[in-house]
């Protein structure tokens, strides 16, 4: 009922009388009242003008449930929300909530994180309201090799969603990592619940760098605001990573690997180049030819002989 009077407010262009919520919502004057101040205590600044009513002046920039769902139009992605002020990592939480059966296009999002983790064992650096750290659960039948096609769906995604919103054209460095000027932007971390020939679940964590100052970040990342030189907010974006993962879900299921492939290579920041990875201990160093219809990396070493790396770390480009 909160998200109603919440709605209802944002619905208006000026003052709303207290009355007139109440009869809109069905719900008495003291419900009215015990909301607004709830809505304040989150942050948002609500104007109390008498005989005027109430007026919203200002939203919290925090990725609430609330605000995530306004306007958010999808079917399944984040049609059920969890929101959290801190986490040790929100892929914990999320992958929790997959064993308890919690349904497709779950998302936990949480302002900071204590533990936050990276691929390969690093740590993701997760400061308070400065990025979007969320997890996603999917439940998408396809076998456990398949997963590496989601990762690549949601660096699609991701890149589609931070072009819409700031227009900044962003590459995509195999697998999953976002990167703006050869710096890392936004990554994503997937973990499976699976059988031998049966995905329970996946969970997807997104990290973006959104609103950090370069002085607090890693050297070799940077976030949006560095980039375009304001604050943006954390809610639109991360609403629209929603959608985008969503209409590119949808293609993958319906349509298969192929087109999202073609949107991932069209982004892809080592294709053609040559490259060195460092992929279970080893180097492997020649051109990046092109993805396979698992996600795999086919990569042309001198001796002509092509490799299929289906993880690694990218970890120079000529
Ligand atoms: C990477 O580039 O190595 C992946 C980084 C993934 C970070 C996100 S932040 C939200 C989710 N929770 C985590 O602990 N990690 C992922």
Known sequence: MIKDVLDFLKAQDGFVSGEEISRNLKISRTAVWKHIARLRTEGYLIEAVPHLGYRIISIPDKLLPEEISYQLNTKVIGQSLF??????????????????????GTVV???????????LGR????????GIYLSLLLRPEFLPQEAPKITLMTAV???????????????????????????????ILTELDAEADKIKFINIG??????????????????????IGTE?????LAREVLRAIESNYFILKDKGFKPILEKWLASSAILGKRIEISSQNRIICGEAQDIDMDGALLVRQDTGFIERVLSGD?????
């Not at 997104?206 to 980039?227: A, H």
């Not at 990218?314 to 000529?318: A, D, H, S, W």
């Open 109 to 119: 999002f949480a302002e900071s994180q204590t533990k936050g983790r990276g691929r």
């Open 157 to 187: 995604s991701i890149s589609e969603a931070i072009k819409k919103i700031t227009g900044l054209s962003v590459l995509i460095k195999w697998p999953n990592d976002i990167v703006v000027g050869g710096k890392k932007l936004a990554g």
């Open 123 to 130: 740590s993701w650096f997760s400061p308070k309201e400065k």
């Open 83 to 104: 929101y959290y002020e801190t986490l040790g990592s929100t892929m914990d939480t999320a992958f929790e909530l997959g064993l308890k059966g919690f349904p497709e």
């Open 206 to 227: 997104i990290g973006i760098n959104v609103n950090s100052s370069k002085s607090f970040l890693p050297k070799e990342s940077t976030s949006l605001k560095e980039e």
């Open 232 to 236: 943006l907010s954390r809610i639109e």
């Open 314 to 318: 990218v970890v120079r480009i000529y």
